[in-house]
């Protein structure tokens, strides 16, 4: 269980970052709420590709 512990600390920050742009473009970028929704979208289908 210790060698999965390095790559769960190197994939949960990037999972955080990527669902938290959507919520900074609201905030700083004055997005629309679909605007918002689509990059959730895209941040969902580019993890099924992977």
Request: proline share 6%.
């Amino acid at each position: 269980m210790s060698s999965s512990q390095p790559a769960i600390r190197t994939t949960f920050p990037l999972i955080l970052v990527v669902n938290l742009l959507p919520v900074a473009g609201v905030v700083f970028l004055e997005w629309r709420v679909y605007e918002a929704t689509f990059a959730y979208w895209v941040a969902i289908g580019f993890c099924i590709l992977l």
